[in-house]
């Protein structure tokens, strides 16, 4: 246990999460860099890409407190370099938690508890690292054959078309809802609560003209359903 311990939080595993995020920060200043020389050839004003790229950060900095979340979920279970260099190059807790904790599952173990077992440690990685592979490959290589076909579809029948594009993403939608309430009545209360603090910012942007709330809404729904979480495991 004492050797998983001291690997899951090795140099080696924070040497290779530094590499990760440098790398993943070099490319952001590359293309930042791009993207103002491109902005000054088009004659866009310092003011407005200075005002775009504060947005864009506000906009960016904020959901990643739910990935934060996510990370402190999983070092209990991985330490905290794995989660880190997962997090930080996908960013998407939607995938990685479903993820780590189906393979943890197989083992008849949970990602709530402390993975002591080498060969559990490592299929986890594969698990997380494999499963998002697949859209690297989808996209570059059919996803012009499968937008023609989508677009030949609405050209015949722009109804079916758009109720087969909302199909898949209801699809889509339902997966994880069926993955939220698997776990019992605290994961149903949980998603409840999230949908009703969505709901709530729906309607105070809509009926109140709180626009300020558009890029606060999903992370003030996470972050307010998880400390109602530990509210109703307490109660429940």
């Keep these: ?48 890409m200075k005002k775009t790229a504060i947005s864009s950060a506000i906009f960016s900095i904020t959901p990643s407190i739910s990935i934060l979340l996510a990370l402190i979920t999983l ?68 996803l012009k054959k499968l937008r023609g076909g989508l677009n030949l579809m609405k050209k015949h029948d722009e109804k079916w078309g758009d109720i087969f594009i909302t199909a898949m993403f209801l699809g889509m939608i339902s997966a994880f809802l069926g993955m939220g309430i698997s776990n019992g009545l605290l994961s149903v209360l949980t998603l409840i609560s999230s949908a009703v603090i969505m709901a709530v910012c729906g309607l105070l942007i809509k009926k109140c003209g709180a626009e300020w709330l558009r890029n606060y809404a999903l992370p003030f729904s996470m972050i307010g359903a998880m400390a109602l979480a530990i509210l109703f495991n307490k109660v429940v």
């Excluded at 939080?9 to 530094?18: H, I, P, V």
């Excluded at 080498?118 to 059919?142: D, E, N, Q, Y």
Aim: proline fraction near 3%; hydrophobic fraction near 60%.
């Design 1 to 48: 246990m004492d050797l998983m311990e001291d690997f899951k939080n090795s140099a080696l595993m924070f040497g290779l999460g530094t590499f990760v995020a440098v790398f993943v920060i070099a490319q952001s200043v590359f293309f930042l860099v791009k993207a103002v020389k491109r902005g000054k050839e088009l004659g866009i004003a310092g003011s407005t």
């Design 75 to 142: 070092s209990k279970a991985l330490g905290v370099a794995l989660p880190w260099i997962r997090l930080s190059v996908l960013g998407a807790v939607t995938y990685e938690l479903p993820a780590a904790e189906a393979a943890a599952n197989a083992f008849g173990l949970s990602i709530t508890g402390n993975i002591t077992d080498i060969k559990v440690f490592a299929a986890i990685i594969w698990v997380m690292t494999s499963g998002c592979i697949t859209p690297l490959v989808i996209i570059p290589l059919f």
